[in-house]
């Protein structure tokens, strides 16, 4: 039996603009990895942590890689020593599903060291435990996708219902990381307890059209549906110049473009990896005219997820 | 040319659970006829209405049939004499979509006597003027799938956009109306202006499971995702029994059961007709629990919607 193994899990873009609270899909990279090794303590550890620049616990319980991992080997009723190292190459709080891509990518070493007994669709619920130390709340929007690909719907949550989204047409995805910092609990603070019957209506609307855009292949209807009356109106305050952006990345000749998560990344679909870099450069000009400075990554959607490397 | 021609035009189930205001499909039967007679008038006619009662008004201009033969006239700028007959297979305000049926069967009609110049979906805007006749408002959930079948999404309405869906799994339908009347003005007079973030949230989980279902052939998501927490927790309770006959046809196996339209009709969605038959009798059995008698029609799915016959 192999005792050590290094895993893969992708980075996440949540909500996808009509998707609010639903939906999510992986992109290729970036990702973070884990390595972890089995050993006789029957404990779980984390040996260390690269690229958190410091911020992260190393106390396996407050880390959503320990906590996906004990609540894993709980469930499968097996007490062995497992040794993490982390290594996070995806922003921190950034809206791209960071916490969410380091929980994954050690699931998915600790049940290929276990022989795989769990299904990807199975281990979605031990990621939500993880998101819950991370984030407060044990949302399968990011860990969804990232450990299944492609695009995932969160139907509902009691019981859990996770549907992936048979997406059979290329799309690539841009993301542009502006360097502010908006806090998670500031964004769901600024969400309204409720919402118009129209605008319920009308993200009834686009979330329809997104899943027919996208199971019928038609990419027309995915950018009319790209659309949020929900979030976007109150947490795009949070981006310096969201509007000119936004409109600047559907100029370039994006499909759609909107908040990733939580914020502040920004992220647009595209139908191909040219389009995909011009609206990169369209964004990032923006938002430098809104004197922000930007990382920006062009990414095909991942349509497997975390895996084992 | 011809100058004369018959024309069919099916029920419809309107807003379907989770599809509150944005989805409709249509059934194979019943449905209105219209017999549509070119003449010398230059005006718009209606010479006979069989089968309502004496409840319709024959003023061209107040009758769906005639406002939808004149506006398309109008659009595409003939001034021909046309007389209609209509005959009216579906109840008043049942909730089936009688006044779209009149007017798609009278469009669809007009349509082939003029060469068929407009697509079925061209033809939408015109039966939603019809609509505004009938019903206050140019809704399309009712006219678009009978003139185009099957299901359809209107994602939007400025501008219009509706969106066929491919639908390959065998359905059927089990229409149940009760002997009582509710009036549309009620139905919309009890929706509540604003809903919870939460409840916007699952009808988004709810609408997008269902299209998924459709889209994916997933007969098990269809019936988890019927469901509709906006509407029918404020209309069912004009439908005495609601919740019992609910149960009931679930319990006989149906997929989901909802109001179709604005009631008081029910609909129920199952995998084949064996199973739309046992649906039925206990939906039936339930009201007559309840003291109220029932017309019952069971159909399939109508793919293709209205047509010449």
New interface residues.
């Given amino acids: 039996m192999k005792n050590s193994v290094r895993a893969f899990a992708p980075a996440t873009v949540a909500n996808v603009c009509?998707?609010?609270?639903?939906?999510g899909f992986a992109v290729d990279h970036p990702g973070d990895e884990v390595l972890l090794t089995l050993n006789d303590s029957r404990e779980v550890s984390i040996a260390q942590i690269i690229g958190d620049g410091g911020r992260l616990p190393h106390e396996a319980g407050k880390n959503t890689a320990g906590v996906a991992v004990h609540s894993y080997l709980q469930a499968i009723g097996e007490r062995v020593g497992v040794e993490i190292q982390l290594f996070k190459n995806l922003p921190l709080g950034s809206g791209m599903g960071s916490s969410a891509a380091s929980g994954v990518a050690a699931l998915v070493a600790i049940n290929h060291l276990m022989g795989n007994r769990l299904s990807r669709k199975e281990l979605v619920p031990f990621a939500m435990e993880a998101e819950r130390i991370a984030c407060g709340s044990a949302h399968a929007d990011n860990v969804a996708p990232s450990l299944m690909g492609g695009f995932v719907?969160?139907?509902?949550y009691q019981p859990l219902?996770v549907?992936k989204?048979?997406v059979k047409l290329e799309l690539y995805c841009t993301l542009v990381h502006p360097h502010i910092e908006v806090k998670t609990s500031d964004s769901r603070r600024v969400?309204?307890?409720?919402?118009?019957?129209r605008?319920?209506?009308?993200?009834?609307?686009?979330?329809?059209?997104?899943?027919?855009g996208l199971?019928?292949s038609d990419y027309a209807?995915i950018a009319?549906?790209l659309k949020d009356v929900?979030a976007e109106p109150v947490r795009s305050a949070f981006i310096p110049g969201f509007e000119a952006v936004r409109s600047a990345a559907v100029r370039a000749g994006g499909l759609g473009c909107g908040i990733s998560g939580s914020g502040p990344t920004l992220f647009a679909l595209s139908k191909d990896a040219d389009m995909a870099q011009r609206v990169a450069q369209a964004m990032q000009h923006e938002f430098a005219n809104h004197q922000l400075k930007t990382d920006v990554v062009i990414s095909k959607l991942n349509p497997e997820g975390a895996k084992i490397i």
Avoid: K
């Fill in positions: 009509c998707g609010f609270d639903v939906l719907l969160i139907r509902d219902d549907v989204i048979d969400l309204r307890p409720t919402v118009s019957l605008d319920a209506v009308t993200q009834s609307g686009n979330i329809a059209g997104l899943m027919l199971t019928q209807l009319r549906s929900i």
